[in-house]
């Protein structure tokens, strides 16, 4: 059974180790460099990216998470934490991390204030059984992805239709959306499957 943590620092930890657990994942927090040695794979959850790029500073995490991410460990972000996996992103700090296990550039708080937060159905590349149901809270969404990068869901219709919403590259995915927050299982295991792969 791989072990799958969720960095602790801040955010929804709560709700995606309650989703890893069903999913049949051993799931612990990460808050020490002892404890991200542990992880087969790891959830960057959602929250706020900037605060959470103090703290892993201040944790002592960032070169351990940096080097961890390119000796090939799975990652999952989720809305900040798909912020934080970015190469490049736009609307935010100057200081802010960027972890680059994925080669796309993000837009902070993208959808804009009419649509700050919404629901709608998404067709996931990979994920089996029909649409997801997307959840948005201040999301980013993805503005450039690079030739390794695999689109796997777009927004369809409404003033977002067409946006990047979901990406993969190699043991690094990530989603402007919060799947920890439906109940619906099947994105944790997408990733679990890519974590057992990768093990
Ligand atoms: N807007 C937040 C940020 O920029 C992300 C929101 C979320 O994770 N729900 O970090």
Do not use: Y
């Not at 002892?34 to 794979?41: F, N, Q, R, T």
């Not at 960032?62 to 798909?82: K, T």
């Not at 695999?150 to 927004?155: F, I, P």
Request: charged share 25%; with cysteine; glycine share 12%.
């Amino acid at each position: 059974t791989p072990t799958i943590g969720v960095l602790a620092l801040q955010g929804d930890v709560r709700e995606h180790l309650a989703a890893l657990t069903e999913c049949g994942v051993r799931a612990v927090g990460v808050r020490r460099p002892s404890e991200l040695a542990d992880v087969d794979g790891l959830v960057l959850p959602g929250g706020e990216s900037t605060t959470m790029s103090k703290l892993l500073a201040v944790f002592d995490l960032l070169d351990p998470l940096r080097e961890r991410i390119s000796g090939g460990l799975p990652v999952f972000g989720s809305c900040a934490g798909m912020i934080l996996l970015a190469s490049g992103i736009l609307d935010t700090r100057p200081d802010a991390v960027h972890l680059d296990a994925l080669d796309i550039t993000v837009r902070r708080n993208a959808f804009g204030r009419q649509v700050d937060s919404f629901e709608t159905d998404l067709d996931v590349t990979g994920v089996a059984g029909g649409p997801v149901r997307a959840v948005f809270i201040r999301a980013p969404w993805v503005e450039r992805t690079g030739p390794d990068v695999e689109v796997l869901g777009a927004v369809k219709g409404g003033p977002a239709d067409g946006r990047i919403v979901a990406v993969r590259q190699g043991p690094a995915l990530a989603t402007s959306f919060h799947p920890e927050v439906t109940g619906d299982l099947r994105i944790h295991r997408l990733f679990a499957e890519i974590v057992r792969e990768h093990a």
